[in-house]
C-alpha cells in the first residue's frame, strides 16, 4: 500500500484529536493508537474514515483500541 500525503496527515489529525477528547499529549496518544491497533485501523480503512466527520473517527478509534485489550489512556 503507498502512503500518501492525505493518508499521513488524516492520521496525524486524528491523533490530535484522539490526544484532545482524552486530555492528553500527541505522543502519548500515538503509542495508545499504536499498541492497540489504531493507527493500523486507519491505514486500513482511511478510504472510509476519512468521508466521516473526527468525532465518529475518534469514536471509532476508542473501540477498535478498547477491542484490542487497551483499557484508556
Same mark, same amino acid.
Given at each position: 500500500?503507498?502512503i500518501?500525503?492525505n493518508?499521513?496527515?488524516?492520521i496525524?489529525?486524528?491523533?490530535?484529536?484522539f490526544?484532545?477528547?482524552y486530555?492528553?499529549?500527541?505522543e502519548?496518544?500515538f503509542?495508545? @493508537?499504536?499498541?492497540?491497533?489504531?493507527?493500523d485501523?486507519l @491505514?486500513?480503512?482511511?478510504?472510509?474514515?476519512?468521508? @466521516?466527520?473526527?468525532?465518529?473517527?475518534?469514536?471509532?478509534l476508542? @473501540?477498535?483500541?478498547?477491542?484490542?485489550?487497551g483499557?484508556g489512556?
Amino acid at each position: 500500500m503507498m502512503i500518501n500525503k492525505n493518508l499521513i496527515n488524516y492520521i496525524i489529525i486524528c491523533n490530535s484529536e484522539f490526544a484532545e477528547r482524552y486530555n492528553t499529549n500527541d505522543e502519548a496518544a500515538f503509542n495508545y @493508537l499504536y499498541e492497540y491497533g489504531g493507527i493500523d485501523f486507519l @491505514l486500513e480503512f482511511y478510504e472510509i474514515e476519512h468521508t @466521516l466527520s473526527l468525532d465518529d473517527a475518534i469514536d471509532d478509534l476508542t @473501540l477498535i483500541c478498547k477491542k484490542n485489550g487497551g483499557a484508556g489512556i
